[in-house]
């Protein structure tokens, strides 16, 4: 649903009322933001965010506490161009293709200033968009309150 129901907040950032909402502060505190630092706590801001289980000792995302933000990466990429000698043994892998640009041929005889071109392109191995995103459905997150 796109509004958050009775008895949730939407997790939003919003700052709100640590007395009005005395249970969820006791459980979250200032987790999230500590609101005015006097009278409001902040709420979760799970808005457009991927959210990733607490690895809570697990070792697969170790040294992160509860509700730490982390940025995006992209995972590594690589390839190689190799054998480069103007004579057709080059080779590309992985992100790497290479096309020749032009080809002068004097006689029999092919001279090594030939032109080529090295390009990059990750879509070469994976799937790509204008973003780096996991698998994901739009959801309203919302705190039990």
Partial sequence: MS????GWLKANGAAVSRILYANLFAAIGTTFGE????????????RGEFLRGWDDGRGVDSGRTLGMFQVDTVQRMTGEVG????????YATGVFSRRLMSHIQIGTITPLTGNFKITFDSA??????AETRPRNTALLACIKI
């Fill in 3 to 6: 509004t958050a129901p009775v």
């Fill in 35 to 46: 609101g005015d630092g006097k009278n409001t706590f902040n709420l979760p801001d799970l």
């Fill in 83 to 90: 054998n480069i000698t103007f004579n057709g043994d080059d």
């Fill in 124 to 129: 070469a191995v994976a799937r790509t968009s």
